[in-house]
């Protein structure tokens, strides 16, 4: 690239429009889908990337695909080299080559030409309701092999030149169990993908190839400067961080994973090697997925006010073992690569917690808690697919209490469902959607509450497939915060029997008046509970947010049970904070 | 006379019409917390006779500071068994990806405050369990002793049928006349629990802090023989009696903001254009707002305090569409950790306010940069301004890091603002569809004359309109508004087979509604004027888009051409339809406008003048030019038939316009500035 002089603020003045070009791929494709999952979820990442692949600008709903874009475009520009054309769009959704994800994750790569010269691509990843496999909505919790979760599409032309692969588009609608949804997603892909292109190239007449060219590289070195200047500022040394998961599905497990993260003064490695192998149940990921994981945790280190680009992540290493559970290998399932990868980014947070504890909290229930609940609705008779995440408790951090009823890290601008909607739309009643206050996380900040919400079956013959994580392993307080509480799900039966608590559970079946009891955990706490001033304890009771029993056990304060007027400090506290006015 | 007052949180403004249409204008402080001391003060400084008013618009932004400063009463709240946690749990979201320190919005109710009763209804609106009136007792006792002041209720599905909050309203006004209680049926009719408890609760909040600023003011007034028929500002761009904003305050967060964008309409009215864009810069902020064939465009999908980082708090209330972003004169210019050049969106505000304000601010601003380039005259602040000091913070902070002149710096900062405001600009017009070179933009606030040529020249905008009164430009757009209020509901009907006779009812049951709520507040049968929309999507979508539908009964005539009506929008909203889906109505939307008679505005005689007086001529520094000496003009100077060519720059105390090279200014026979571009077709109109 010729190297001319472009004034500054012309460089500002292109960044800020790549980023609103981000912005508005990312709106089309929400605005036109048909599917929840993707407009109420936002379960999809549209972008830009330069000719090689290197991200430019990300429209995010999610967090946890942050960096996938730019894996799929790396695997088109290796695979298709010169044959790449204006007006092709590539389909990919393969998990272990570029894809990344799971099946369900369909990626579409478009690339951008300018005067017959390839600029760029432009390029999103959506979550289809259906890409056809074993179970309704693809995606499970028992499956053995890919080849049980769909339609696996290797990085192939969709377009030719403009021209459309009919054939192609044959496949998929006898493949695919609900072919409207997953094709007008495809075409709100495709729309999205052309925006993208129609305002790069915009870019580029206004102000000039060069200039826009310029402008790209500049972008991404000014996020690898930034990254640097924070990791400089972090101590040096080598942090390490165990943790287990406790299934696949199939009933094995726990599985033991860890890493050491070594930080100098330029970089940041996390090194998983000596993980769990690759597990017979669909929990694994690939590196793809382990990347973007650890990546989300990166940026929540360096990154405050950022433009994303992946000059900002030059810095960062992630070793692993291939194989692994961190980067898995065909044929192995990955329907739920997410309870794998969320943990990745779980333990470098873990490790990083106590070194840098304004920025990092403790844990949070983390599991992205998946639902599928399938049935016909009483009205219409209809069937009817109910596929969201949960939400849950988040982690104290050193100076606030942590969130109560929030979406995962991998999630991010996720929406639940609202009741009402959900009643008209699902043949399902929401007998109590609230706050699981159950106390746990307890600290100097409390970690905050996960959620119960409940669905009783208006008709027999529904079937619930439930993926919650850290039922067994629960979220991790750090300087004497207490651990918090497990995800877990019951079926109370219409005949009064109270089935479980369960974790992991394929097609459990509920008949008409059965009600499943979706319980998410309390994230963990921060310091001493002892600590926690009383005024703030005795509001705690106040809310329901704590018991007074809990205030006495756990916060040594003891309060009237009616009145709630404070009566004293147990001998446990009182002693407590003698020894810490003897250490001062 | 005519007068609307406009409490701004620096400035109570004030404009009159006469009669004879003779427009008036004067500015005072305002005054918190007696916000109606400065209504009464600039009464004063207006000096016209306050028996001669017939009718008085107010607009208040006491509303919406009691919000964000949680200044309002302590309020309780009752929900349906099983969900008082709703409006703390909300949707969950995290619009800040990549923070794991995330704070959520903190409900305005605390938990200990939020009771739940036994009762239930299905989606369908039936009864599924009985409302518990001994529970409700209880709540009620428990209430009376924790001494709240306003209490909310908000049960599951009663934007379908509210049997239950109104039983329960009524329990509570029986058993406790002196709270303040609100159900949330009243306040919306559409779905999505968690959006319309926030809504009933945020009114409860400030419903008694309402009620007595209006009195208030009703009794000052009073005091001063003002036996006015009174009116308050709403966000839907229309107004309302004193005693109905007394009842849904939260109808008037944004009366301010949109009167500004009500005002360009009715304003684009008297010229003769119905497309306009509608652009203000404040001290801290710059807005827009498109207005397409006269109509200004209403959402219920507002928040307060969103970012794109914050959640923010939804209310479900008709507001007008207006893009917002952090960008005004005061906006500070900084340098990110990377060495970039960014602007806003902290502001130095009124205090300290920018470095030339010599007030002790030491952050180089929007204002700041306008100064150093002289599109700003030192000789048009309040106080005397040291440049030497504006330059050297300047330098600096922000030209030695770039290597860069100080003037280069500045016009850095300059081109940035304007590049924000671009995509500001292009969000509402080029990513809805809309090609700005259809429209006509008018301009104002203390900013937005200034930018205003820059931007229409990028976007190919035809016209710039600086309205005669830019700089009190709101209160302007208050004194030409009719009444108006919007009846919203949730009522989700596939189109193809519905059945036409409960449609209509369903439509005639808003209509009476509306009728009868004019009707109360004296308004005649005959004045009351129905638009009527439709949100309307294909069957499987969530977002849906507006449609406008004939003010006549539903025939399957009709339905074909509302159909076809939605195909064209959907398309031009999100570049593509699907004529094989069906299509499906979500909510029916009825605005009922109250018209009340205006005077028309009174024409300025011509001058045969046609050269504007030469105030000074002075350096500015163009962005392809660098400086060039440049003719400037005193706006009072100018009268209707005088013409100015660029590059010059037209300015008074209030606010400045800058003409590029390319650039025509007139003067129309109202006083406003039409500015167009040389060389581009269809540039004049006739007035």
Not at chain 1, 218 to 231: A, T
Not at chain 1, 281 to 295: A, F, H, K
Not at chain 1, 415 to 426: C, D, G, T
Not at chain 2, 511 to 540: L, P
Request: charged residues 25%; aromatic residues 10%; contains cysteine.
């Amino acid at each position: 690239m010729q190297n001319t002089k472009i004034d500054p603020f012309t460089l500002e003045i292109v960044k800020d429009s790549l980023t609103a070009v981000g912005e508005e791929m990312f709106y089309t494709l929400g605005r036109t889908s048909m599917s929840p999952i993707i407009y109420e979820v936002l379960d999809y990442a549209t972008g830009l990337t330069d000719a090689k692949g290197d991200l430019l600008t990300q429209g995010n709903g999610v967090a946890g695909f942050i960096g996938m874009l730019s894996f799929m475009v790396k695997e088109t520009v290796k695979k298709f080299q010169d044959d790449l054309k204006p007006g092709d769009i590539i389909i990919i959704n393969d998990s272990y080559n570029g894809g990344g994800s799971h099946l369900s994750d369909v990626g579409l790569v478009m690339p951008i030409f300018y005067e017959e010269e390839l600029v760029a691509f432009s390029a999103n990843k959506a979550h289809w309701t259906e890409v056809g496999g074993k179970d309704p909505g693809s995606f499970t919790n028992d499956a053995t092999e890919i080849y049980q979760e769909g339609l696996q599409f290797p990085c192939v032309k969709l377009f030719e030149e403009g021209k459309l692969n009919q054939a192609l588009v044959d496949i998929i609608q006898a493949n695919v169990r609900l072919p409207e949804l997953s094709l007008s997603d495809m075409w709100a892909q495709i729309a999205s993908l052309r925006i993208g292109e129609r305002r790069f190239l915009e870019l580029c007449r206004k102000y000039g190839k060069e200039t826009v060219l310029q402008t790209t590289k500049h972008l991404l070195d000014q996020g690898e400067i930034i990254s640097r200047s924070i990791i400089q500022s972090l101590p040096n040394g080598d942090y390490y961080a165990e943790d287990y998961i406790d299934t696949d599905g199939l009933g094995n497990g726990p599985f033991q994973v860890q890493v050491k993260v070594t930080i100098t003064d330029d970089n940041f490695v996390c090194d998983f090697r000596g993980s769990h192998p690759q597990v017979p149940g669909p929990i694994n990921c690939s590196y793809t997925t382990l990347v973007s994981d650890v990546r989300t945790v990166f940026l929540a280190i360096t990154n405050d006010d950022q433009h994303i680009n992946d000059g900002v992540f030059r810095p960062l290493e992630i070793i692993t073992d291939p194989g692994s559970i961190f980067s898995a290998e065909r044929p192995a399932p990955m329907s739920v690569y997410w309870e794998s990868g969320s943990m990745g980014g779980d333990l470098v947070w873990k490790a990083l917690a106590p070194v840098i504890p304004s920025k990092l909290p403790a844990g949070h229930f983390l599991s992205v808690c998946a639902v599928t609940l399938s049935g016909n609705h009483p009205d219409t008779k209809n069937p009817f697919l109910i596929v969201e995440p949960s939400l849950g408790g988040w982690g104290a951090g050193n100076d606030q209490d942590g969130a109560r009823g929030q979406f995962c890290i991998g999630d991010g601008e996720t929406y639940n469902v609202p009741v009402e909607i959900a009643e008209a739309r699902y043949g399902v009643m929401v007998d109590e959607y609230s706050l699981n206050a159950d106390g746990e996380g307890a600290g100097e900040f409390i970690g905050g509450a996960g959620v119960i919400r409940s669905y009783q079956a208006l008709t027999d013959g529904q079937f619930a497939t439930v993926t919650f994580g850290r039922h067994k392993y629960v979220p991790w307080g750090f300087n004497e915060g207490k651990d918090g509480s497990p995800n877990q799900f019951y079926v109370m039966k219409k005949n009064g029997v109270v089935d479980g608590p369960y974790g992991v559970y394929a097609r459990y079946p509920l008949n008409k008046g059965d009600v499943l009891k979706l319980v998410t955990g309390s994230g963990g706490g921060y310091g001493h509970p002892f600590a926690r001033p009383i005024t703030k304890v005795v509001e705690d009771v106040k809310n329901e947010y704590i018991t007074v029993h809990q205030a006495k056990e756990v916060y040594g304060v003891v309060l009237d049970e009616g009145t709630y007027d404070l009566m004293g400090l147990s001998s446990a506290r009182k002693e407590w904070e003698e020894n810490i006015e003897k250490r001062i | 006379m005519r007068v609307a007052t406009d409490v701004g949180g620096t400035f109570t403004d004030l404009v009159y019409v006469k009669e004879n249409g003779e427009v008036g204008f004067a500015k005072s402080s305002t005054t918190p917390p007696r916000f109606e001391e400065g209504v009464l003060n600039v009464l004063k400084e207006s000096q016209i006779s306050l028996e001669e008013i017939e009718t008085f618009i107010h607009g208040t932004t006491v509303i919406i500071n009691a919000l964000t400063e949680r200044k309002g009463v302590k309020t309780g709240l009752i929900t349906t068994k099983g969900f008082r946690d709703v409006l703390e749990i909300a949707r969950g979201n995290r619009p800040d990806l990549f923070n794991v320190r995330y704070q959520k919005p903190v409900p305005i109710v605390p938990r200990y405050l939020r009771k739940e009763v036994e009762e239930r209804l299905n989606y369908k609106g039936e009864i599924v369990t009985q409302l518990d009136k001994e529970q409700l007792k209880e709540i009620i006792t428990e209430f009376k002793n924790e001494e709240l002041e306003a209490v909310a209720i908000a049960f599951l599905h009663s934007y379908r049928n509210p049997v239950h909050e109104k039983e329960a309203v009524e329990m509570v006004k029986e058993l406790w006349p002196e709270v303040s209680i609100t159900a949330s049926y009243e306040m919306t009719k559409e779905w999505r629990e968690y959006e319309r408890t926030n809504t009933v609760v945020m009114n409860s909040y400030v419903k008694p802090i309402a009620s007595s600023y209006i009195n208030r003011l009703e009794e000052k007034l009073a005091d001063k023989d003002v036996t006015a028929k009174k009116y308050i500002m709403q966000s839907n761009g229309g107004t309302t009696t004193f005693s109905l904003a007394k009842e849904a305050p939260i109808n008037m967060v944004e009366s301010g903001p949109v009167a500004g964008v009500f005002g360009s309409a009715i304003l684009g009215e008297i010229i003769g254009e119905k497309n306009l864009i509608a652009f203000d810069v404040g001290g801290t902020t710059a807005k827009c707002s498109l207005i397409e064939n006269g109509q200004v465009k209403i959402t219920t999908d507002y928040h307060i305090e969103r970012t794109e980082k914050w959640a923010g708090y939804p209310l479900k209330v008709p507001v007008v569409d207006i893009v917002e972003i952090g960008n005004g004169g005061g906006s500070i210019a900084w340098l990110d950790p990377a060495g970039s050049l960014r602007v806003g969106p902290h502001s130095a505000g009124a205090v300290p306010g920018p470095v030339a304000y010599g007030q002790g601010g030491e952050e180089p601003t929007i204002t700041d940069a306008n100064l150093i380039t002289g599109r700003l005259s030192p000789k048009n602040f309040t106080y005397p301004v040291d440049l030497q000091k504006v330059k050297e913070v300047m330098e600096g902070k922000i030209a030695n890091h770039f290597d860069l002149k100080v003037e280069e710096a500045a016009l850095g900062i300059i081109r940035l603002a304007n590049s924000n405001m671009l995509n500001a600009l292009k969000l509402i017009s080029v990513r809805k569809g809309y090609d700005p070179r259809d429209f006509t933009m008018v301009a104002f606030g203390g900013g937005g004359p200034l930018h205003a040529t820059f931007l229409a020249k990028e976007l190919g905008i035809r016209r710039v309109v600086i309205p005669v009164a830019s700089a009190v430009f709101s209160a302007w757009g208050m004194l030409m508004t009719d009444l108006r209020q919007d009846f919203i509901k949730t009522y989700v009907k596939l189109l193809d087979g519905t059945n036409l006779d409960e449609m209509n009812i369903e439509w005639s049951h808003l209509e009476e509604q509306a009728i009868k709520q004019y009707v109360q507040e004296g308004m005649e049968e005959t004045n009351i004027i129905f638009s009527k929309y439709a949100d309307m999507r294909y069957v499987g979508q969530e977002h849906t888009v507006k449609v406008p539908i004939p003010n006549e009964n539903w025939s399957p005539e009709m339905i074909q051409q509302i159909i076809a009506s939605f195909h064209t929008l959907h398309e031009k909203t999100y570049t593509f339809q699907l004529p094989e889906t069906q299509v499906e109505v979500v909510n029916l939307h009825l605005t009922a406008f109250g018209r009340v008679n205006k005077p028309e505005i009174k024409k300025i005689k011509e001058t045969t003048e046609k050269h504007a007086p030469l105030k000074e001529i002075r350096n500015v520094f163009y962005e392809e030019t660098g400086w060039v000496k440049t003719n400037v003009y005193s706006r009072n100077e100018l009268a209707p038939g005088m013409k100015i060519s660029g590059p010059s720059v037209i300015e008074d105390l209030m606010s400045s316009i800058l003409l590029y090279p390319t650039q025509e200014l007139e003067i129309d026979s109202y006083g406003n500035l039409l500015i167009y571009n040389r060389g581009m077709e269809n540039a004049k109109y006739e007035n």
